[in-house]
């Protein structure tokens, strides 16, 4: 069926009536981890170690209170064992039983979530269950219209990778910057030698010592990844890629073609195909992390998003764009802004990231990344289109 596809009215009903034949209830896990306040990172690693889940709910009172996850060691230096997690949890959003499974893959791609906790009651605090990423490529697998979709139409590309020789040290940074906990190992010749993920990385460190000093760490990534990649060629359906990441529990799958990665496919792409079938009616943006006194920018920078955006309509259904701004001090007392974006562009999303003095002027630049790489992926799947036929 393919993404261009997807915008032929009957054809997204057809997979839209599919999946929503599946509610929460469906899919959920009544038998999950969990975390006190009051444990300690080193509780919450060896919880996610023995568990396989990323994000582990927080219980307080009965209550659920936020999640701990590995995305929030990536993000945060300094962090040693023996921190509580309640310094550190995120408060992360919600689902009720009844809900549909479009609108939680929206929740998960919005808050790049691999777990979501299931809550009811009146409080809507009660956790009753919790939806993890896999679940829903599981029911993504048993749809056949979905085989319709080639992996080439939805991967990213080019692939962002570490080579075989790097340090640990680069992994974890283009992790960070790319907000990923995954990234491919290829070997001099292109090859692919397996891959590197949070897992890899805190099993190394064996969860327990310091994690401060984990970004400067020199070991190899040879010595750390898997020697093996399960892997898919870049014309194959996007059912079989959802099989493959079924039957062997992983969530990132290189691309390949004549050997080489052309691109990376991933249970979140997965995500973002059954989000792009939510009915809705506008572009959802947020700005976020703006102190009070960036806010007085804010219509400057909508109004230039709302111009590359008309550009981007012409190729795509843009349905959420967000900026997170962050501040830090390069020498002196002014401080440089770090801006990343996320858009999310019919079953895809656009990453991108600017650093810059003026809020303005990072923030205009940042949006023509977006657009720049929109147009480029355009192009690169009618060259793989093409070459299809």
Not at 16 to 24: A, D, L, N, P, Y
């Amino acid at each position: 069926m393919g993404i261009v596809d997807l915008q032929d009215h009957k054809k997204l009903e057809i997979l839209r009536s599919q999946i929503e034949g599946f509610k929460v209830s469906d899919v959920m896990d009544t038998e999950y981890p969990t975390l006190s306040p009051e444990d300690r990172v080193k509780d919450a690693l060896a919880a996610m170690k023995k568990s396989g889940y990323q994000d582990v709910p927080v219980i307080e009172n009965g209550n659920y209170v936020g999640m701990m996850g590995y995305g929030i060691l990536l993000r945060k230096k300094g962090i040693t064992g023996d921190m509580k997690v309640r310094n550190l949890m995120s408060g992360a959003p919600t689902v009720a039983e009844g809900d549909n499974l479009m609108d939680v893959s929206e929740k998960m791609v919005s808050n790049n979530s691999r777990q979501i906790a299931v809550v009811s009651g009146n409080s809507k605090k009660k956790i009753v269950g919790v939806v993890s990423r896999g679940s829903i490529v599981e029911v993504v697998s048993s749809l056949k219209t979905i085989n319709e979709i080639r992996v080439w139409e939805v991967m990213t590309n080019p692939v962002e990778y570490v080579k075989d020789d790097d340090t640990l040290d680069k992994a974890i940074e283009l992790m960070r910057s790319l907000d990923i906990r995954t990234v491919p190992v290829v070997e001099a010749d292109g090859k692919v030698k397996g891959v590197i993920g949070m897992k890899e990385v805190i099993d190394t460190n064996d969860g327990y010592r310091s994690l401060a000093d984990l970004g400067d760490t020199k070991i190899s990534v040879s010595s750390v990844c898997t020697n093996h990649a399960e892997t898919i060629t870049w014309d194959s359906d996007i059912e079989e890629a959802a099989e493959i990441m079924c039957k062997t529990g992983i969530s990132t799958l290189p691309v390949l073609e004549s050997g080489s990665a052309v691109g990376v496919i991933t249970q979140y792409d997965i995500l973002e195909i059954v989000a792009a079938c939510r009915q809705r009616e506008m572009l959802f943006v947020q700005l976020s992390g703006l102190s009070d006194s960036d806010k007085e920018y804010s219509d400057q920078i909508y109004e230039f998003i709302q111009g590359e955006v008309s550009k981007i309509s012409k190729v795509g259904n843009p349905s959420s764009l967000t900026f997170h701004y962050g501040k830090y001090n390069e020498g002196g007392d002014r401080q440089k802004y770090s801006v990343s974006g996320r858009l999310a562009l019919d079953s895809e999303v656009f990453t991108a990231k600017e650093v810059g003095w003026d809020i303005v002027k990072v923030s205009n630049d940042l949006m023509r990344k977006l657009t720049a790489a929109v147009m480029e992926r355009k192009d690169a799947k009618d060259t793989y289109r093409k070459r299809k036929k």
